[in-house]
């Protein structure tokens, strides 16, 4: 069969594309720690229910409205309606305020992968606000993924994850059964990480596990609409959302059986602390230290898994910004990768440096409205612009396209869909369920902020959204805006 110059050649590569967007520092760092701050085995319970009700529904959502289109973002929401462009517009804008800050920590975790052999312990706070080194390290980490961006989407996104996302799967699997043999320990590890205690389940504990799952899951923005539109109808939406669901809920409990044994084992007293992004920065290299050359081995390993976790999900985000430059210039893939790149990397040096001064080493003086610039960009993204960009993608499907004729359009054009009574199920989902649980999401991040006092980032979310919404108005709601076709004319 004769594939295009920008389609994934195969259902498996694009599985693995979309599951290494997924997995990512979400499922390596923050959902072990969250599991243990909330409950334990009942919140891996909540999460899980969340994967599916949310997770599932919402990336069948996104994938098919990129999918018909095959198109950007934008491009895929005005082929459903003209009016609707502007949701595209945010699904290609957001991905730019988080690559600016992702790419920061992917590059700490280059720093800490090639300095493993000489030690990381301690390094955090000399290191953090070392800003030329840490630009220097988030510049190769963001070099690397336009590298990987400017071989295409066959060439390069699917040839990357068929080598990289086998590699990060026999890593963790290697380092959680090393964890796990490591005798004394384990057991209160395993104990802290999994005991479920459902006295501590309450509403907040399931608003933690579903805006977790969205951000686990890579949802809200443009990336499952565009790699989804970079697939045929060799491939079946309903499966491979289930394997993408499932690969990336089994890597986030596997980060976990690695995590929580080790720090048992090593310094039980430290299982209370293992927070944020002590765990993984501070506390890891605790435990490696102590454990003579096998540990420096490990923690070169560790954190090799860990970068490569996230340059994955950069790549994702790159891209989606990358196509719509590319189809509404009509520029080169090259131009628009390296374009992208340089901007966010430029936006980076300014959040780098605050993250190291008042994050790290806590100089209050030199904050944002209370908090360090990472913290402000991931809370207006994470908390309040990801959910949106998701209930837009479920009210887009469930009442404009309508899910019947989304479920007919998908099997016409090759999907199996399931019997009539999933079908339905899925129906119901789309429309009621799912968007009321994401909204419901929503206005309780809204109310968290406004309830710390944090005015700002919700001032700036809905800044954002009204500038996105005006500039689609203005310049591309009556403009050509592209199809993946224009590339492979370029
Ligand atoms: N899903 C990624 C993770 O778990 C994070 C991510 C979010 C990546 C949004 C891209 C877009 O770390």
């Known amino acids: 069969m004769e594939t295009k110059k920008n389609t994934f050649a195969g259902g498996v590569g694009f599985i693995l594309a979309a ?20 409950g334990g085995a009942a919140f891996v319970l909540l999460y ?101 961006i400017m071989g295409g989407v066959k060439n390069g996104i699917e040839k990357m994850s068929k080598i990289l996302m086998p590699i990060l799967f026999l890593l963790i699997v290697g380092i959680a059964g090393y964890s796990l043999t490591l005798g004394e320990g384990v057991r209160d590890g395993l104990r802290f990480f999994l005991q479920p205690d459902f006295s501590t389940i309450g509403p907040k504990q399931i608003l933690v596990a579903m805006a977790q799952a969205f951000y686990s899951l890579s949802l809200g923005m443009g990336i499952m609409l565009s790699y989804g539109s970079y697939t045929g109808t060799h ?6 959302c289930m394997m993408i669901c499932f690969f990336d809920t089994l890597v986030a409990l596997l980060a976990g059986l690695a995590i929580f044994p080790a720090v048992a084992h090593f310094d039980p007293n430290l299982l209370g602390s293992s927070k944020g992004i002590a765990l993984v920065f501070i506390i890891l290299p605790d435990v490696f230290a102590s454990l003579g050359t096998v540990g420096k081995i490990v923690s070169f390993l560790f954190f090799a898994m860990v970068c490569i976790a996230a340059v994955t999900s950069v790549v994702s985000l790159v891209e989606v910004v990358t196509q719509f430059i590319i189809q509404k210039f009509k520029v080169s893939r090259k131009f628009s990768g390296l374009g992208v790149v340089t901007f966010c990397f430029l936006v980076s040096i300014p959040i780098a440096w605050s993250l190291g001064h ?13 908090m360090d610039l990472l913290t402000f960009f991931d809370e207006v993204t994470n908390t309040l612009l990801m959910p949106m960009g998701a ?35 899925f129906c119901f989902m ?16 809204i109310k968290g902020e406004l309830d710390a006092g944090q ?36």
């Open 358 to 370: 008042v994050a790290i080493n806590g100089e209050m003086e030199h904050a944002f409205f209370g």
């Open 430 to 445: 789309v429309r009621f369920v799912t968007p009321v649980l994401i909204l419901f999401v929503e206005l309780s991040g």
């Open 48 to 148: 899980i229910i969340s994967v599916l009700v949310l997770g599932f529904v919402t990336m069948v959502c996104e994938i098919f409205i990129g999918r018909r289109a095959q198109a950007n973002a934008v491009s895929a929401y005005k082929k459903v309606n003209k009016n609707l462009g502007w949701c595209g517009f945010l699904a290609v804008m957001l991905p730019v305020f988080i690559i600016c800050y992702y790419s920061i920590l992917g590059g700490w975790t280059l720093k800490y992968a090639t300095h493993s052999f000489w030690g990381n312990a301690g390094m955090l706070e000399s290191f953090s606000v070392n800003t030329p080194e840490v630009a220097l390290f988030t510049g190769v980490f963001l070099l690397f993924s336009a590298f990987i």
């Open 391 to 425: 209930l837009l993608a479920c009210i887009t499907v469930g009442w404009i396209i309508k899910p019947e004729n989304a479920l007919r359009e998908l099997e016409a054009s090759g999907s199996k869909m399931g019997g009539a009574v999933l079908q339905r199920v």
């Open 235 to 240: 491939i079946d939406v309903k499966k491979s």
């Open 455 to 490: 005015h700002a980032v919700v001032i700036t979310a809905l800044a954002f959204l009204a500038v996105c919404i005006g500039a689609y108005f203005m310049f591309l709601r009556n403009t050509n805006t592209g199809t993946n076709a224009d590339e492979k004319l370029l």
């Open 19 to 38: 599951a290494g967007s997924a997995v990512g520092l979400g499922n390596l760092w923050a959902f072990p720690y969250k599991t243990s701050q909330n």
